[in-house]
């Protein structure tokens, strides 16, 4: 079986950086997983009233409501089988130093029925995004949110993206520097910019066919 993010973009898998293939080539049948480690250049945040809706996001790991330079980060990339029998990798990033780093988690799933990646936010994954991927001309990926729903218990909705926030995520792989890049901006469409962030960091591949239970939800979600 191929990855999560080959499933995806098919052919243009290929087109990626060689190192940006490996970094997104984590899976199952792969049998490694990707642990990141660097420094965002630039964490930067919106207007003040935004700072009350990214504390509250905290709660699940689903906003980080921090903003500073030169701030320390990781990522962890592990693959295993949901409860549901669904291929999945982690996403969980943490950012700072200290015993509690403020830390945003994500599992990622391939839809057969949507045909595209859905990213699962939260400790709880109460929120699944549809992800839209694409290629640059540099073998960078660009991943793009769009529809969000909400789900919690029997409750199931599309969340208006009126008050939400759509995501550009670009990665790349530096040859020069020897390491990747990430630059990430969220904004509304009528408030504008809410958080975004610079950073470069490293990776290594340890060999792995399941993730630890420290990264993965305390609950998963079937509905996509």
Partial sequence: MTSVFQRALGDDF?????????RFGVGLDAGYACMGAGTMTSIRRGPWWTVPFLWIGRIRNILVPIQGKSVPFT????????PFGRETVTFVRSYGTGTHPHRFDATMIYSESAGRVIDYLGTHQHLAVDLDLSVGDDGSLLLVSDAQR??????????PMLFSGRAELRESFDDDAGVYRIHLEVTNRRFGFLFGYTGTFECTFPAAQDAPARLRPRRHERRE
């Fill in 14 to 22: 290929g087109k990626l950086h060689p190192m940006m293939q490996r």
């Fill in 75 to 82: 990522v962890e990339n592990f693959p295993y089988v949901d």
């Fill in 150 to 159: 909400f789900y919690e218990g029997p409750i199931a909705f599309r969340f």
